[in-house]
């Protein structure tokens, strides 16, 4: 099953009160026990979000700002000494261009 946003649903709490209402545990052991099928859950990302979820948790090992960096580059960009380093730019735009098509 695929979703594709939720119009306003919180899906978590929604799941939640499902949950609750399920029978308890040892009627679903006396089922699996009979031979009948047991009731299960079951979650299948998409490649996207897959891909999201990596990002999150490489962001989430990235400080959020690194103020070094950032101070250092203000300061050459106060004193007229910062360059750019053109040809990494233009291989950043060439990589993310090429990245674009691939998705597509």
Known sequence: MKINGTNGIDVARLYANKASERKPETERKDRAESGKPV???SVELSGRAKQLQAYRLALSDMPP???????QLRQEIHDGSYGPNERL???GIARE???RVKGE
């Open 97 to 99: 261009m090429r990245d």
């Open 89 to 91: 730019i233009a291989e």
């Open 65 to 71: 700002v690194r103020k070094e960096l950032v101070n």
């Open 39 to 41: 009731d299960t859950d």
